[in-house]
């Protein structure tokens, strides 16, 4: 049984903050930013990670004509939740009373989505679930370190969920995944936990306060491995799919930076009007960014059933996947 997106949902929160409003408080200026990265605004949660997720679930289920009782499923990616546990996809399901739903996070960054669609296709494919629900949300406004201008200005918060459910037809034709542990420390927001030592003996951790995390990118070799491996993951997709550039609709790839972008259109040679942009008013989204580009052109009226889409991340882990579907 293949599997395909029945509906899709997002959730943007309201607080907008121009490059302006930042450069007001840091060393940092709206030309430096939007020549840099292309972004000019990003939105802050005020409500959090799982009611911005339960919000596009809401969205993603009404475009799907489906109710939360029939989910089999529900998997959150997100390097932002609330809480170590319970799980975000265990508060989506209390928020949307999917009552008969199992749930769980998973951590692939900005990957995240693409590695939950995978993972919706396999339940689907052997027959483990009907219908599942996949949500990448984030509120990096969360994590991100407020005082340091090279990555602050980057993230945005939203949300974006698809209903995933067997067809008998199009749908998800392959996905490709990746992961490189060695390249981890490029990207990395540590906990603030040591890897090293045992708190209780050392008599540290014991005045209750919660551990700093610290967010660190190499920005430049984050640069060169995106605009390296997307195309090459694509390139991988679509050979599985035997299709070329050239039978591809849309490319939804992670918004991270407007240059990556162009990048990775002049290396597949692909027209700019096949890529689009959302980034310039969100930022970053992290796992949310793909999950919420795909709701805008859905409700944009782009998406024609029977266009073939490609859907490409890239992020901390290191992480990338690229997945080729029929809308
Ligand atoms: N405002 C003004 N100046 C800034 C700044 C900011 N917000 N952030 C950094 N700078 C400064 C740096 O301190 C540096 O100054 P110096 O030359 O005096 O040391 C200068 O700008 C150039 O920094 P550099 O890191 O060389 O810029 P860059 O052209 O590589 O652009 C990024 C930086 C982060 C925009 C770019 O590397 C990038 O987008 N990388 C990919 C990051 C990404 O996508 N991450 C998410 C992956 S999911």
Redesign the pocket.
């Known amino acids: 049984m293949r599997s395909g997106i029945a509906g899709t949902g997002s959730y943007i929160p309201e607080c907008r903050v121009t490059n302006d409003m ?2 007001a408080r ?4 709206d030309e ?2 939007v020549s ?2 292309g972004i000019r605004e990003r939105h802050l949660s005020a409500e959090g990670t799982a009611a911005m997720a339960a919000e596009a679930a809401r969205r993603a289920l009404e475009d799907a004509g489906m109710t939360a009782e029939e989910l089999d499923w529900i998997l959150v990616a997100t390097v932002t939740p609330e809480c170590f546990f319970p799980s975000v996809a265990c508060q989506v399901q209390e928020a949307l009373g999917a009552k008969k739903a199992v749930c769980y996070d998973l951590s692939a ?3 995240g989505f693409l590695f939950g669609l995978q993972t919706a296709d396999a339940y689907i494919h052997t027959g483990m679930a009907r219908n599942v629900l996949v949500i990448g949300a984030e509120a990096m406004s969360r994590l991100v370190d407020w005082k340091d ?7 945005g918060d939203g949300a974006g969920a698809a209903v995933v459910t067997a067809v008998s037809a199009g749908g998800i034709r392959t996905g490709v995944l990746g992961c490189d542990g060695s390249r981890g420390d490029s ?1 990395i927001c540590s906990t603030g936990h040591s890897a090293d030592g045992i708190p209780f003996l050392e008599g540290t951790g014991e005045d209750g306060e919660a551990a700093p995390t610290s967010l660190a ?7 060169q491995f ?1 605009v390296r491996t997307v195309p090459e993951v694509i390139r991988e997709a679509l050979a599985q799919a035997e299709i070329s550039t050239e039978d591809v609709s849309l490319f939804l790839l ?1 918004q ?2 407007a ?2 972008l162009t990048s990775i259109g002049r290396s597949l040679h692909v027209p700019m009007e096949k890529i689009p942009e959302n980034l310039a008013h969100t930022g ?1 989204l ?1 796992a949310a ?1 793909v999950p919420v580009l795909l709701d805008e052109v859905n409700r944009a009226g782009r998406l024609q059933r029977g266009d073939t889409l490609v859907l490409a ?4 882990g290191l992480t990338w996947g690229a997945m080729v579907l029929e809308w």
């Open positions: 930042l450069a840091m060393d940092t200026s430096w930013i840099r990265t960054a900005c990957s201008r090279s990555t602050c200005v980057l993230f990207l990118m190499d920005g430049r070799e984050i640069f995106a992670h991270a930076n240059r990556i970053n992290a960014s991340g890239f992020g901390a």
